[in-house]
């Protein structure tokens, strides 16, 4: 009973992706138009004498992918707040449904809006030419990196909702954690020492890297990917079991 109502309400949030044009266009046109942006700005520039065949563009494709999933906790912040400013969750609090039920319900839901916005980036960079080796197997490790990345966008998207008093709040401070994520997480920043130390801190990192390793052809079997997984596991599990908590005691009481 509890899974058929939880399969409900993630219905429920899917169905606003088309019953609002607005946020369907927003998810659709940021990792377009992401994509079609880091083109046309570094598709002919070649900077890396290591790798003398790929372009800039190509060597940021797995960072634009997990930037695209990271927005999602800026919109979950969003929408929590004009829920919020609506009554829409005190009306919850008064129905069966269970805190838990729904926050899980609101993961799942966006964790699949977020690996579907990483693919759709992955889709445009293939037909802009750039080539992702891994195969299946390969692209299905991707989209469990992408889901625990959404996982954490989702947690962050909580705590900032129970920060934020409305959405104008929620936006700025949703900017807190998505700058220093698409600097140092997308491999967008220039790499020494210091700004290495400082992407580990970033939990896109860990899967930019390991996509970059993926589409370049590794072994899936190389440990460091592994490692990354175990680490970008315990990072989504702490920040969304925090946000939980934060959120559920906020507006849940």
């Known amino acids: 009973m509890k899974t058929n109502k939880i399969y409900a309400l993630i219905q429920v949030e899917l169905k606003k992706l088309y019953r609002d044009p607005m946020i369907l ?3 659709l046109l940021m990792p ?8 046309f700005a570094l598709g002919n520039l070649y900077q890396d004498p290591t790798r003398p065949g790929m372009s800039h563009f190509e060597y940021l494709v797995p960072g634009t992918m997990g930037y695209a999933v990271i927005y999602m906790g800026m919109m979950v912040a969003l929408a929590l707040c004009e829920y919020r400013e609506a009554g829409l969750l005190k009306r919850l609090a008064s129905t069966p449904t269970s805190p838990y039920q729904y926050l899980g319900s609101l993961i799942i839901a966006n964790m699949f809006i977020g690996v579907f916005q990483a693919l759709i980036v992955l889709l445009l960079s293939v037909i802009l030419g750039y080539e992702a080796m891994g195969g299946l197997p390969g692209l299905a490790l991707v989209c469990i990196f992408l889901g625990l990345l959404a996982v954490t966008a989702v947690g962050l998207g909580l705590i900032t909702a129970t920060i934020a008093k ?16 698409m600097i140092f997480g997308t491999f967008l920043a220039v790499y020494d020492e210091m700004t290495y130390n400082i992407a580990r801190y970033t939990p896109n990192f860990y899967a930019t890297d390991t996509l970059s390793r993926i589409f370049n052809g590794a072994s899936l079997s190389e440990p460091v990917i592994w490692k990354n997984l175990l680490i970008l596991s315990i990072i989504s599990l702490v920040i969304v079991v925090a ?10 009481r």
């Open 32 to 39: 377009v138009g992401l994509t079609l942006v880091f083109y």
């Open 25 to 27: 266009a927003v998810l």
């Open 243 to 252: 946000g939980i908590q934060l959120f559920k005691r906020t507006e849940f």
């Open 166 to 181: 409305n959405a104008g709040a929620a936006s700025g401070l949703s900017m807190i954690f998505i700058v220093p994520m």
